[in-house]
Each structure stands twice: as C-alpha cells, then as structure tokens.
C-alpha cells in the first residue's frame, strides 16, 4: 500500500504520531484525523496515482486493505469523537471510490480537472435519434424478456465505450505532463474522451430506468 | 449448560444482539469467543414479539401475551414491526387484524388503539425489547445496556429511527442497527470458505430481504439488496386463512371479520397448519369459531403450494432484480443462504435450488441466524469478540430532495456503501429570505409524490442578503446504521444555519426524551435512565440558576469571565440535547467551575448588605474576601 504512494504522490505522515498514514484523512494508528484536507482530490484520497488506466482489481483491493484497518466499526470503542472522525474519513474514501472505481465516473473525475471541462460534448445525431427511442420506450412498461435483452444490449454498449475510453486516455495519461506542448494530439483525445463520457451517461440514465421499472413491477 | 463463576448478586455486564423480529425475538452474546444465544430460565430463546394490554392499561409481553391473545383479542397486538416508521396510509392490509389503527397524536405516523389509549410502535417493540433484555438478564445474571439491533435491509429511514428510539425508550444504548442478511451472513461467515459471492434470502414473519454479498478474506462487502417490508410469513398464514374461509357464506365472512376472537383463533389455526404443511403431505384443520360457525377443512401441501406462488414469484423477481442490479447472473453465486421461519417451507427451499442449481444453505437454525450475527457485530463494536470481520453495507434506497415543481434530484443512489455524504448548495428565492425549507425524500421514483417523505427540514438564521446570493451547503450523511443527519452552513457570511427536522413518520429527539422518561415512571429499575434523568434533571437546574446569576450578577465580574461562563452554559445547553451522561457531566463540572467567581461575587454582593458596607475580608478578619468567599460557595456544592 506504501509503495503505491511512493510510486506517485508523497506518503503522508501523521503530524502526532508520525506513522505513516493509511489514506491522508485519518491515521489509523493515533486516531488524528485531518479534516482539512478533505477538499483533496479523490486519486490522492485513495493513494492512487491520478490516470484512467487502473486495473478494476486495484480498486477492490484497496478499498479492502483499508477497510480492515479505517473503517469506523475498528473505531467504535475509541471514544465518539474518534469514532464520529472514522466515520467521517471513510464516508470521504466511499466518496472517492464512487468517483474513480467505475472507468466512466473516473474518466469524468479525469477530465473535470482538464481543459476538456469548458467544452460541450457533443454526441453524434445517430446516436440521439437512437436514445430517443429507447427513452420512448422505456416510458411504458416493458416485458421481463425485453428487459432482460435490452439489459443485455446496454452492457454490450458500455463495455464498447469504455474499450475507447482506455484509447482516448493512453493519449491523455501520456501528455498529462507535457502541457501545451501536447498541442492537437491531446485536444482531440481530450474531446473524444468527454464525448463518449456524455454517451455513457445515456445508457446509464437507459439503464436506471430499466431497473426503476423493475424495482416497480415487484412490489 | 453454561456454568458461570462469579460473585453472588454481581452482574456481569454484557453487549448483546437482538433480533427484533415481527413475529419473535431473540437475544444472543459471545460467550468464549462464540456467538449464542441467550436463554432464559425456562431454557426458551425466543421471545414472542407480542404484547397483551388489559382494561388498566398492564402490558404483558412474550408468551403470556401470546396465551392471553385468545381472552383479550383487541387489546393483543402481533407484528407491531410492520408498523414502524409507517403512517397510516401505508398500512393497507387492516382487515386480518384484531385490534385498531389509527393516527398518532405526535406527527403522521400510526399508532396502534388499545381500550382507548393510544400507542406508538416504538413503545410498544420497546416493550418487546425490555421483555427480551429482563428475561435474559435474569436468567444468567447479566446486565444489558448495550446492543447491536436487527432491521429489515430494505427499512427506510423512518423504519430505522422507529427501531433505534425503539432501543432507547428500552433503555438500550444502541450501538449499532444493522441489516438482517448481512448479520445472517456474518452468522454462516464463521465457518466458511474464504471468498465467494453468498446471495442471502431472508423471509421472516412480515418482511422479506435479498441481499448479495462478497466476502474476502473478512471482509462482507454488501453489494446490492433488495427487499419487501410488507410480505413474510404473515402472508402465508393469510393465505391459509383463505384457503379454510373459502366455503363461508358473506354473512359469515362479516361476522367472521367484526369479531376479533374469531379472527385471532382463525390465525393462530392457519399458522399451526400453515407449519404442519412443511412436514406433512396434508393437515385437517376442525374449528369452531365464537361466530357460530364450524370449519372443518382438508388442505393438502399441493393446494398450500399452488396458494403461495405468486407470494414465492414476488420474491424470486426480487432475487433476479438484485442480480441484475449487481451485474451477476445466477452461476456467479457461490452460495445461497436461508434466513427466516418461512424459508422452512419446502416449495421456497426448492425454488431456490432450482434457480441457483444447488441446495441452500441452512445449517444454521434460520429463526436464530440473524441474532447470532448481531452478537458477533456487537462483539466486534465493542472489541469483545474473537471475531476481526468488517461489514461494508449500503442504503437500500436513494436519497432525493424535492425540487421545484414536484420533482426529485437524487444526492445518494440506492446500493451506495454507508456512512456516506452528499452536499447540496442551496440560495434564496427573493431579497432578505432567511429560511429555507428542504423537503427530503427516499425511495426510486421520479416524482416527488411517489416517494417515502422523511422529514422536512427548515434552514433558519441565514443572514439577510439579495435573493440568489447566500450560499448554503446542506451536507447530507447517512451513517453506518443507514440513517440520515442533516447539517447545514451559510458559505458567504460563515453563519451556522440552524436546522429544524420534522421526521414525517417518526419522533424528534425531545418526543423520544419524553417516551424514555415517561418509561421510567412505568419501570423503577431502569437505573441507567434513570442516572440519565437525574443529571439532566441537575444539569437543567444549574443552568437555570446560572443564567439568573448572569443576568443578576454578571456585571460584577470581568468580561472574560462571563465570556467563559456564557461558553460553559453553551456547552451544556448543547450536551444536554443528547443522552450521553458522561457528557453532561463533564459540562455541569465545566460550567460549575466557570460560575465560581459569581458565585464569590454574589457572596461578596450580599455581605457588604448584610454588614453594611464593610467587605468580607473585614468581616472575616484578615482573609482575602474573593478566596474566602469561593471556599464558601465550593463548601456548598460539595455538600450534595
């Protein structure tokens, strides 16, 4: 866990204790938390290095090792102030996993510190003509069999996305560095990444809404 | 038989789990590093989660309550689970049952009328609870003020407060409220294969929970849950009231349903046969109903088992829902657990093995799984256990606000890990507003009146500024018990906006205050709450006095110490709104020491009166006054 750190941002150490510290928020070995440096982005949270290209295991694994030693149930019989101070430093490393685990959500988290952030994506016509469609028929009930193909169709899409996500952001990661002298190369990776962002999030919207209707037909 | 060493008369003091369950209760605790569960006297485990009131307003609770349901049917109540944190538009199914609902003095929510008076769910599970704890207490010399408590995974907010003020009106400090499946889990993890994927399915007496979850290496990471508050087990017995009233005649049937004795014996029938189907191939059942009517009625398990399907389909779209919610199919599960009485029923056990291709897990009793996981979390909550397991668990539902024109904007998604936070900026409307109001808002749909209304929070003391300039960040956590606090801050003026909170099901802070003392005039040996009570009580009586000597006195010491007398009587104003005891405490120390040089200032005041100018040093001989003085009001403190 200590190697990732080092391999990409400093290792923080406790002020009070001066043990190295699981995540920047809390030190799981006096119980010190820094609440200040919450606003810090979810990567550093984490202990990651900031790029897209991240094994889906890395994420898991991490959440593990410092769930065995940060999460607010370890803290309990600490005392509520160090316990009240767990729970907020885990609820800041939920947050952080939620905006880097899934390649769409970090991809966005990627890009919102970019200069991509001040364009507007825009998705081709087809590809609207065909979500206004889907959304017209998502706003009826839909057969469990429908469902289920549809479903199946929308995973399809968003593995194909996120198989060009990882494209886009080769060129990204690459010149992330390099500042303006990336020039065009960059620009162009940085708009085709926010595009297909936008795109992932009409299947997601497709996708909530298939299993909100789900989530209905049950009850 | 546990053999214990100790003492005579000197209690052990313990932390437990209870499961709270609608139709039975049970209490367990590590004992030698394993979880079990805690009998009483007469070796039962369970106690019924049912209390008989009679015409004075006594409360029996548990098995004598069960046996007098027959002689006192309306004032007999079961499931009173189902009712927590409901209001009463949510209760739908009234006709099965013997006693009255109607809406409580104190917000929307139900309460339940037994000979006249009305009570509130939360009273009534506390009394469930108090049973529980005082049969285990006395059986093995324990004391309980400690407890991790069981919920459905799919309660709501409001279902999850109801619980927990539940605890406190027990006089429990409830430590932890966790979810069903995941305890079930953490029961059966004891002894389990390392990693895998476990899909819990837990069909208790009213409410019917899915959840899937990973473990690794002690770790149980939920990863999605599902559920149905209103179907379990009462709705099987339902439908074998069905099946034995079928032949009656209308008028019957309106006899059959204004007679509370009847339909109290008709349950109680349906039930026995209901658990004789699970062994046997058929069950005669021959009543005699005070309505005049006779049934005498054969049901074979086919007939049961066709009766029930649609119930068993309900849950199985639940299972496939969650799936596909985790991305899973049913080949990705490496085990299926069974949770609930009613997972005793053979077409449930079957169905499940069909869908997953292997039998599920029941090795362990499925009525004591859940409070035997609730042990091991609270043994690991208060570092008593062997146990290094850590639960990682979601919200079963989004959390939204309403927004203009009836719509929603969702801040938490169901199936995210707790504790968890969202902030949401808000402004105002026009010039010089101060007040906000927020409504929040659980549940999946769309609009806003679709959803479970939680509570509406109104945002005070923002400073008055041109409409649209105050920046106000409302963050809003949910922890890990899966419920919400609200807090709020004014960004641009740094003001500390207030925060009114109307649970729109549910009770405030000061509402469950009043019912966990009232429940202490009711229960003389609750001395916990009742050393709780006697320090507010106290703490209360000095602030009072020391806001009077403020105003009266205040003028005769330096600013700087009535700057820390006014932080001081703060502090306790503050402390004073929770329970903790110690807290308070330490805040009546700080405020005492802080209030000491009035109360030396105030002495002087009153001798240079009553001896005519000359000062109490003078009066005294030689002594300073002030130290004199301060000796004489510490003396008086000391002598309570």
Same mark, same amino acid.
């Given at each position: 866990?200590?190697?990732?750190?080092?391999?990409?941002?400093?290792a923080?150490r406790?002020?009070?204790?001066?043990?190295?510290?699981?995540?920047?928020?809390?030190?799981?070995?006096?119980?010190?938390?820094?609440?200040?440096?919450?606003?810090?982005?979810?990567?550093?949270?984490?202990?990651?290095?900031?790029?897209?290209?991240?094994?889906? !295991?890395?994420?898991?694994?991490?959440?593990?090792?410092?769930?065995?030693?940060?999460h607010?149930?370890?803290w309990?019989?600490?005392?509520?102030?160090?316990?009240?101070?767990?729970?907020?430093?885990?609820?800041?490393?939920?947050?952080?996993?939620?905006?880097?685990?899934?390649?769409?959500?970090?991809?966005?988290t990627?890009?919102?510190?970019?200069?991509?952030?001040?364009?507007k994506?825009?998705?081709? !016509?087809?590809?609207?003509?065909?979500?206004?469609?889907? !959304?017209?028929?998502?706003?009826?009930?839909?057969?469990?069999?429908?469902?289920?193909?549809?479903?199946?169709?929308?995973?399809?899409?968003?593995?194909?996305?996120?198989?060009?996500?990882?494209?886009?952001?080769e060129?990204?990661?690459?010149?992330?560095?390099?500042?303006?002298?990336?020039?065009?190369?960059?620009?162009?990776?940085?708009?085709?990444?926010?595009?297909?962002?936008?795109?992932?999030?009409?299947?997601?919207?497709a !996708?909530?809404?298939?299993?909100g209707?789900?989530?209905?037909?049950?009850? | 038989?546990?053999?214990?060493?100790?003492?005579?008369?000197?209690?052990?003091?313990?932390?437990?789990?209870?499961?709270?369950?609608?139709?039975?209760?049970?209490?367990? =605790?590590?004992?030698?590093?394993?979880?079990?569960?805690?009998?009483? =006297?007469?070796?039962?485990?369970?106690?019924?989660?049912?209390?008989?009131?009679?015409?004075? *307003?006594?409360?029996?609770?548990?098995?004598?309550?069960?046996?007098?349901?027959?002689?006192?049917?309306? *004032?007999?109540?079961?499931?009173?689970?189902?009712?927590?944190?409901?209001?009463?538009?949510?209760?739908?199914?009234?006709?099965?049952?013997?006693?009255?609902?109607?809406?409580?003095?104190?917000?929307?929510?139900?309460?339940i009328?037994?000979?006249?008076?009305?009570?509130?769910?939360?009273?009534?599970?506390?009394?469930?609870?108090?049973?529980?704890?005082?049969?285990?207490?006395?059986?093995?010399?324990?004391?309980?003020? =400690?407890?991790?408590?069981?919920?459905p995974?799919?309660?709501d907010?409001?279902?999850?407060?109801?619980?927990?003020?539940?605890?406190?009106?027990?006089?429990?400090?409830?430590?932890?409220?966790?979810?069903?499946?995941?305890?079930?889990?953490?029961?059966?993890?004891?002894d389990?294969?390392?990693?895998?994927?476990?899909?819990?399915?837990?069909?208790?007496?009213?409410?019917?929970d899915?959840?899937?979850?990973?473990?690794?290496?002690?770790?149980?990471?939920?990863?999605?849950?599902?559920?149905?508050?209103?179907?379990?087990?009462?709705?099987?017995?339902?439908?074998?009231?069905?099946?034995?009233?079928?032949?009656?005649?209308?008028?019957?049937?309106?006899?059959?349903?204004?007679?509370?004795?009847?339909?109290?014996?008709?349950?109680?029938?349906?039930?026995?046969?209901?658990?004789?189907?699970?062994s046997?191939?058929?069950?005669?059942?021959?009543?005699?109903?005070?309505?005049?009517?006779?049934?005498?009625?054969? &049901?074979t398990?086919?007939?049961?088992?066709?009766?029930?399907?649609?119930?068993?389909?309900?849950?199985?779209?639940?299972?496939?829902?969650?799936?596909?919610?985790?991305?899973?199919?049913?080949?990705?599960?490496?085990?299926?657990?069974?949770v609930?009485g009613?997972?005793?029923?053979p077409?449930?056990?079957?169905?499940?093995?069909?869908?997953?291709?292997?039998?599920?897990?029941?090795?362990?009793?499925?009525?004591?799984?859940?409070?035997?996981?609730?042990?091991?979390?609270? *043994?690991?909550l208060?570092?008593?256990?062997?146990?290094d397991?850590?639960l990682?668990?979601?919200?079963?539902?989004?959390?939204?606000i309403?927004?203009?024109?009836?719509?929603v904007?969702?801040?938490?998604?169901?199936?995210?890990?707790?504790?968890?936070?969202?902030?949401?900026?808000?402004?105002?409307?026009?010039?010089?507003?101060?007040?906000?109001?927020?409504?929040?808002?659980?549940?999946?749909?769309?609009?806003?009146?679709?959803?479970?209304?939680? *509570?509406?929070?109104?945002?005070?003391?923002?400073p008055?500024?041109?409409?649209?300039?105050?920046?106000?960040?409302?963050?809003?956590?949910?922890?890990?018990?899966?419920?919400?606090?609200?807090?709020?801050?004014?960004?641009?003026?740094?003001?500390?906006?207030?925060?009114?909170?109307?649970?729109?099901?549910?009770?405030?802070?000061?509402?469950?205050?009043?019912?966990?003392?009232?429940?202490?005039?009711?229960?003389?040996?609750?001395?916990?709450?009742?050393?709780?009570?006697?320090?507010?009580?106290?703490?209360?009586?000095?602030?009072?006095?020391?806001?009077?000597?403020?105003?009266?006195?205040?003028?005769?010491?330096?600013?700087? &110490?009535?700057?820390?007398?006014?932080?001081?009587?703060?502090?306790l104003?503050?402390?004073?709104?929770?329970?903790?005891?110690?807290?308070?405490?330490?805040?009546?120390?700080?405020?005492?020491?802080?209030?000491?040089? &009035?109360?030396?200032?105030?002495?002087?005041?009153?001798?240079?009166?009553?001896?005519?100018?000359?000062?109490?040093?003078?009066?005294?001989?030689?002594?300073?006054?002030?130290?004199?003085?301060?000796?004489?009001?510490?003396?008086e403190?000391?002598?309570?």
């Amino acid at each position: 866990m200590s190697s990732e750190y080092s391999k990409t941002t400093d290792a923080f150490r406790c002020d009070e204790c001066g043990e190295e510290m699981a995540v920047p928020l809390f030190c799981d070995h006096c119980g010190t938390n820094y609440p200040e440096r919450r606003a810090m982005g979810p990567f550093t949270v984490l202990g990651l290095a900031a790029r897209f290209d991240h094994d889906p !295991q890395t994420f898991e694994s991490r959440e593990l090792t410092l769930a065995a030693r940060l999460h607010p149930d370890k803290w309990q019989s600490e005392g509520e102030r160090t316990h009240k101070r767990a729970q907020l430093a885990w609820s800041a490393v939920n947050e952080a996993l939620a905006k880097t685990q899934d390649p769409f959500a970090r991809a966005e988290t990627l890009l919102s510190d970019t200069e991509a952030c001040e364009e507007k994506a825009t998705v081709p !016509q087809m590809f609207l003509i065909e979500q206004l469609e889907l !959304q017209e028929e998502l706003e009826t009930p839909v057969a469990t069999e429908r469902r289920k193909t549809l479903n199946r169709s929308i995973r399809k899409e968003l593995k194909e996305l996120e198989r060009q996500l990882a494209g886009h952001f080769e060129i990204i990661d690459a010149t992330a560095l390099a500042g303006t002298a990336a020039g065009e190369g960059r620009l162009m990776a940085l708009k085709a990444a926010s595009t297909v962002v936008h795109m992932s999030r009409y299947w997601r919207n497709a !996708q909530r809404a298939l299993r909100g209707a789900a989530a209905q037909s049950r009850n | 038989m546990q053999i214990q060493l100790k003492v005579k008369g000197q209690s052990e003091d313990v932390v437990v789990g209870i499961d709270l369950g609608t139709t039975n209760s049970l209490v367990a =605790r590590i004992i030698e590093g394993k979880p079990a569960i805690v009998t009483d =006297r007469h070796g039962r485990s369970i106690t019924p989660s049912v209390i008989s009131i009679d015409e004075e *307003g006594h409360a029996v609770v548990g098995d004598e309550a069960k046996t007098r349901a027959m002689m006192n049917p309306s *004032g007999t109540i079961t499931s009173v689970k189902r009712f927590m944190g409901r209001g009463l538009g949510d209760i739908t199914d009234v006709a099965h049952l013997p006693y009255k609902i109607v809406r409580a003095d104190l917000g929307e929510q139900a309460a339940i009328l037994v000979h006249g008076k009305k009570y509130l769910p939360q009273e009534l599970s506390a009394m469930v609870l108090t049973e529980a704890k005082k049969r285990a207490e006395r059986a093995q010399n324990l004391r309980i003020r =400690r407890a991790v408590i069981t919920v459905p995974a799919y309660f709501d907010d409001s279902q999850r407060q109801a619980t927990r003020d539940a605890g406190r009106i027990a006089g429990i400090d409830v430590l932890r409220i966790i979810n069903e499946p995941t305890a079930a889990a953490l029961a059966y993890g004891l002894d389990k294969a390392k990693r895998g994927t476990v899909l819990v399915y837990d069909l208790g007496g009213g409410t019917f929970d899915v959840s899937l979850l990973k473990l690794t290496d002690g770790v149980f990471k939920v990863i999605a849950t599902t559920g149905n508050t209103r179907l379990g087990g009462d709705d099987f017995d339902n439908v074998v009231s069905s099946l034995l009233t079928s032949e009656l005649t209308n008028e019957q049937r309106a006899a059959l349903e204004g007679s509370p004795q009847a339909l109290s014996l008709l349950k109680t029938a349906a039930e026995a046969a209901k658990i004789t189907l699970s062994s046997e191939d058929e069950t005669t059942v021959s009543l005699s109903l005070p309505i005049g009517v006779q049934i005498q009625k054969t &049901i074979t398990r086919g007939d049961y088992e066709v009766s029930i399907k649609p119930l068993v389909d309900k849950t199985m779209r639940a299972v496939e829902f969650v799936l596909e919610e985790a991305d899973l199919d049913p080949e990705d599960v490496t085990e299926v657990v069974c949770v609930g009485g009613s997972t005793r029923t053979p077409a449930v056990r079957q169905r499940l093995a069909s869908e997953f291709g292997r039998p599920p897990h029941t090795k362990l009793d499925p009525d004591q799984v859940v409070a035997l996981g609730a042990a091991i979390q609270a *043994g690991i909550l208060s570092g008593d256990g062997e146990s290094d397991a850590v639960l990682l668990d979601v919200t079963p539902l989004s959390l939204g606000i309403e927004t203009y024109g009836g719509g929603v904007t969702k801040l938490i998604w169901r199936n995210s890990p707790v504790p968890i936070r969202a902030t949401e900026g808000f402004t105002t409307q026009v010039d010089d507003q101060t007040a906000v109001a927020i409504h929040v808002l659980q549940g999946e749909r769309e609009m806003a009146k679709d959803l479970r209304s939680l *509570g509406r929070f109104t945002l005070r003391g923002i400073p008055p500024m041109s409409a649209g300039m105050p920046r106000v960040l409302v963050e809003f956590f949910i922890d890990a018990n899966g419920i919400l606090k609200v807090t709020a801050k004014e960004m641009t003026s740094g003001t500390k906006a207030s925060i009114d909170v109307k649970p729109t099901f549910g009770l405030t802070d000061e509402q469950v205050e009043d019912m966990i003392l009232d429940s202490i005039e009711n229960a003389e040996e609750d001395v916990e709450a009742h050393m709780l009570a006697d320090k507010k009580a106290e703490a209360e009586s000095m602030l009072r006095y020391s806001r009077k000597a403020m105003k009266e006195h205040g003028n005769a010491v330096p600013e700087a &110490i009535r700057a820390s007398v006014l932080a001081a009587i703060a502090g306790l104003e503050k402390v004073l709104e929770g329970t903790d005891k110690e807290a308070i405490e330490v805040a009546s120390d700080v405020l005492n020491e802080n209030t000491a040089p &009035i109360a030396s200032a105030m002495m002087d005041e009153v001798l240079r009166v009553t001896v005519h100018g000359r000062t109490i040093g003078e009066v005294l001989g030689g002594q300073g006054p002030r130290t004199k003085a301060s000796e004489i009001a510490l003396s008086e403190d000391s002598q309570e």
